[in-house]
């Protein structure tokens, strides 16, 4: 009968000895562990006290001061000596195994009974008292893997025996109970496909293939595709219950994967050697559903771990060269005489050329034509960026992002490129100290904007456009200034000739001498004269010199400066010929902050479907008020932008004004949303409302296509966030932002990151939003932790306390997660592991599985951080069986490099370096390039203390590589551990480098 123990914390006490399976265990264990790490004052006398009631409970007859039997003390503390078969968890598992026996030898009748038996012997949830206790977790999870495992043999055994009909009623209360479990699900499609119900076992499949398509990016794994090929071809063979077992786990083995010992001991022999392939892959991960999950093949071996970076790009990033550009026979030859004669000696210093003029004036053109004829001279490389200086205000570049196109360009990985704006340019710079390479930076504002993008070392040419004379970077940087001016007549005459022929010109001499007037020998004004007069060849050039003659004007912007007020003429003749929906069109594109803008967000601007923005964009293009410089892109001249915008207000309604605006920013909004998704599946989304008309957002379809989206539109988005923000589009603002975060964090944009959030932040508070003011607060806490800003914790708590108000626990528990990076990146791993425990419990309380198992695997890093390794494997495989439900490969990896950290402490180097090569592979998959160096790193320490020191070395100089790149204070472990190998035998550097702090949950 059972004993009534009494109060809560007793049983948790006595289920705590009950584990230990009649081992003793410590009193500071135990006081730590019934207190989740905060035991008070009383603790050990309570425990006593405990004790006492114990043994009376379980030992009623026992004299009052007589020596316990069962619950005995020694010199280690308590131990719980009660025999094996007065477990019911262990006779449930003793029938367990023996009902599988009995129908793997054919005893089907038997093997039903046999577990039927086992399963009468389970009553409600496993150690329920200890379900929140960390130290129970793990046994919490094993059992009711087994008890799984038996309702499976129990439906198998039903359509052995014929009793299919009852076989599909158990395979759909398990799969409803658990439906990512495949196993249950190839249990349901055999048993209605021998049934006769061969469409729903189609269904279901399709049902399921579904389901791990759309929350996580995964296709059933080869057991279950093999059960519906079988179902397809009417394969009876494959598909009759006597067949094999095969798809039916070992009680406690998870879903049928392969799994490493919890402890002790070496590596199994029958372990899988990942490195060839032979292996269904990790537990959970199944690398091998998906060709968006490596493969078994792909996870490397140690000696593949260990393999250099990909060597840098060598990027060729010139625009095209005009097949019109004429003239400039004096500046060229003068921007040819800076470099030494083909063959010379090298410069000593960097060469940089200042070509600087007004608006149209040709810059750029010259800049790209020059360094097309030099090119060669060049061979690692040329870099170009269009700075944006003389664009709106929120268009012009910073040097930050300037850098950080380089870097990528250069083919740096994401995750390679250091946090700080310094950093980042010293790693431009290191990376072209010893290549010869061309950089054009085009359009810049003035020397500061420059300055940090220019080379630190010779044989690099730096070609710079501006409307700034940049004296300052003539007088401290050396530059060779090149003042640009109009063309000559006989050069604006020339251009004409190469746009409309030589007959035409030729035949009417003086009209072209008044079109060359008109224009002021601006090489972008005579480009759309130019236009116009070839769209229509029979238009004299004398009536179409009169129509400029008659529309003379100016830009109200530049009304001091005489060229700029004869290029409004040209292109005030040229929209009044545009169609109306053409110039509509024109006019609503100065609405978009730039740089550049995409087709489907023209027509989301005009309102159209997109086939019928097409014919305008391209009418735009044909008169040359609009260039498309790359497929389905386009930009607006700064010129044409400001004309655009001038003629907006006169023209255009307010009201339609604001749609058009409100209309641009919901499609990036629904776009960003649909890749967003795609990118992070497991973050909290945001609700936008129903979609407006006029919107059609585009939607990528898988991992690759959503990054390939933000990596288009990311300037475009920075600038979005800002314009939505100054026109009170506040909703807009902030979940724009929110969603740009997944992105931007693992590209390492985190000053991005900061600068759209203190958009967002004061967005949401315009907005009396709690939820989103939290976010933003959220965002900023995990970007400043990053960058090492002391303003991290005060985000992170206010973010904490704003959940509060709004009663989101599971946001809480994020957010404490979010704290347990902070406080590791400070040492404090106590305080860290009090947080993660944290949010363990909170995560309970909102019901979230996934959320869950993030904050057991913080808890498992925790104690190994703490030299707890034993406790952490224990919680890492429960974690991981978590992990591979909810499919989240992120943590996966995080928890598998805590593994291989953990068997490392306790002297399994075997089963450790397995652990690694695991988490190496899906670090490299997801291109998680800091989290990869530093599991190479402690790879390397296993790789050391077996002996293997040429692997080691291996392992830590490309460890090393990316970790000095990051700005990573792990690098300087490294560094020592490869200084140690040089030094005499017993000298070696003793430093063990920390485990990666496990990802934020919230990314």
């Known amino acids: 009968m059972p004993l009534d123990l009494g109060p809560r914390m007793r049983r948790v006490l006595m289920i705590r000895l009950l584990l230990e399976e009649g081992r003793s265990v410590a009193m500071d264990r135990l006081c730590e562990d019934l207190w989740e790490g905060r035991p008070p004052a009383g603790a050990v006398s309570s425990v006593h006290a405990h004790i006492s009631r114990l043994r009376a409970a379980l030992e009623p007859d026992r004299r009052r001061r007589g020596r316990s039997r069962v619950l005995v003390s020694d010199p280690v503390g308590y131990a719980l000596r009660i025999p094996v078969e007065a477990r019911d968890s262990v006779r449930f598992e003793q029938a367990v195994a023996q009902g599988r026996r009995l129908l793997d030898e054919g005893s089907v009748a038997s093997a039903r009974r046999q577990i039927e038996t086992a399963l009468g012997l389970w009553r409600g949830a496993p150690l329920a008292d200890a379900d929140d206790r960390a130290f129970a977790l793990a046994e919490i999870a094993r ?188 500046e060229l030859d003068r921007a040819l005489a800076l470099l030494p004669e083909p063959g010379g000696h090298p410069a000593s210093t960097v060469v940089i050329s200042a070509i600087n003029g007004m608006g149209g ?81 085009d359009n810049a504002r003035d020397a500061e904007q420059v300055r940090p993008l220019l080379p630190g070392a010779p044989h690099c040419l730096v070609i710079i456009t501006s409307r700034d004379q940049l004296r300052g970077l003539v007088a401290a940087s050396g530059a060779r200034p090149l003042a640009l001016g109009p063309l000559t007549a006989a050069e604006a005459r020339e251009a004409l000739a190469r746009r409309l022929g030589p007959d035409r010109v030729a035949a009417e001499p003086d009209a072209v001498q008044e079109i060359v007037t008109l224009c002021a020998k601006l090489p972008l004004a005579l480009a759309v004269v130019s236009a116009r007069a070839a769209a229509h060849p029979t238009f004299s050039l004398a009536s179409i010199a009169a129509v400029l003659r008659r529309t003379h004007g100016s830009l109200e912007g530049f009304r001091d400066m005489d060229a700029f007020s004869d290029a409004r003429t040209v292109f005030s003749w040229s929209y009044r010929v545009l169609t109306p929906p053409a110039a509509r069109l024109f006019r609503m594109l100065a609405l978009h902050p730039g740089p550049d803008v995409s087709e489907p967000v023209a027509a989301a601007l005009a309102g159209l479907p997109a086939r019928e923005a097409r014919p305008l964009l391209t009418e735009l293009t044909t008169a040359h008020l609009l260039t498309e410089h790359e497929p389905g892109r386009y930009v607006l001249h700064d010129l044409l932008r400001a004309y655009a915008a001038e003629l907006l207000d006169p023209n255009t309604p307010a009201e339609e004004q604001r749609a058009a605006l409100h209309r641009m920013c919901e499609h990036y909004l629904r776009s960003a949303r649909a890749a967003a998704r795609l990118i992070a599946p497991h973050r909290a989304d945001v609700d936008p409302g129903p979609l407006g008309a006029g919107v059609l957002p585009e939607e990528p379809v898988d991992h690759g296509q959503a990054v390939e989206w933000f990596t288009t539109e990311h300037k475009v988005l920075m600038a979005v966030v800002h314009l939505a923000g100054e026109t009170g589009l506040d909703s807009h603002a902030w979940q724009l932002a929110w969603l740009l975060q997944p992105y931007l964090e693992r590209r390492g944009y985190w000053h991005d990151q900061v600068t759209v959030q203190h958009t967002a932040l004061p967005a949401a508070e315009r907005r009396g939003d709690l939820a989103s003011r939290a976010r933003a607060h959220e965002c900023l806490g995990a970007a400043y932790t990053q960058l090492g800003h002391a303003d991290a914790r005060s985000h992170i708590d206010r973010a904490f306390e704003l959940y509060g108000k709004l009663g989101d626990t599971a946001a809480q528990a994020g957010v404490c997660l979010l704290l347990v990076m902070a406080l590791h990146r400070k040492g404090d791993n106590r305080q860290a592991r009090d947080h993660a425990q944290r949010a363990l419990a909170l995560y309970r309380a909102a019901g979230d599985r996934a959320g869950t198992a993030q904050s057991i695997s913080a808890i498992a890093w925790c104690h190994t951080m703490l030299g707890d390794h034993r406790r952490a494997v224990a919680l890492c495989w429960y974690a991981l069986t978590l992990h591979g439900e909810v499919g989240n490969l992120r943590w996966q990896a995080a928890t598998w490099n805590t593994l291989g950290y953990a068997h490392h402490g306790l002297g399994d180097d075997r089963t450790a370096t397995t652990c690694y090569r695991y988490a190496i592979g899906l670090f490299r998959h997801l291109q998680d390039t800091p989290n990869e160096a530093g599991t190479l790193a402690r790879l390397g320490d296993v790789l050391h203390s077996t002996g293997e020191t040429a ?47 496990p990802p934020h949950h919230r990314q």
């Open 143 to 330: 059992l009711d893997e087994v008890r799984l495992a038996a309702q499976e043999i129990r439906a198998t055994a039903m359509a052995r025996a014929g009793q299919l009909e009852q076989a599909v009623v158990v395979a759909e209360e398990l799969t409803a109970g658990h439906p990512l479990r495949e196993t249950a699900w190839s249990l349901l499609i055999r048993a209605l496909y021998l049934s006769g119900r061969t469409a729903e076992a189609l269904q279901r499949y399709e049902a399921v293939r579904r389901l791990l398509a759309r929350d996580h990016g995964l296709e059933p794994g080869p057991a279950l595709r093999r059960i519906h090929l079988a179902v397809l071809r009417h394969d009876t063979s494959a598909l009759c219950p006597n067949a094999a077992p095969d798809s039916l786990p070992e009680p406690g083995d998870g879903a049928s994967a392969t799994r490493l010992p919890l402890t002790g001991g070496g590596v199994p022999d029958d372990l899988p050697d990942v490195a060839t392939g032979e292996t269904d892959g990790p537990p959970h991960d199944r690398p091998d559903t998906t060709d968006d999950v490596p493969r078994p093949q792909d996870v490397p071996s140690a000696a593949e771990a260990a393999a250099p970076p990909p060597a840098l790009t060598r990027p060729a990033q010139l625009p095209a060269d005009l097949p019109t550009f004429v003239g400039r026979r004096a």
């Open 361 to 441: 004036v040709g810059k750029t053109t010259l800049a790209v034509h020059w360094a097309h004829r030099i090119a060669h001279r060049f061979p690692d490389g040329q870099l170009f960026v269009n700075l944006g200086g003389f664009g709106p205000e929120e268009s012009a570049m910073s040097p930050a992002e300037a850098v950080r196109g380089f870097l990528d360009a250069l083919g740096v990985a994401p995750q390679r490129i250091p946090a700080g704006f310094d950093a980042q340019t010293a790693l431009y710079r290191s990376l072209i100290a010893d290549k010869r390479m061309l950089i054009v930076l």
């Open 951 to 997: 692997r080691a070395r291996t392992a830590w100089q490309h460890a090393l590589i990316t970790l000095e790149a990051l700005g990573r204070p792990e690098a300087d472990e490294v560094r020592a551990r490869l200084q140690g190998l040089d030094r005499p035998a017993g000298d070696e550097a003793g430093v063990r480098c920390d485990a990666s702090p």
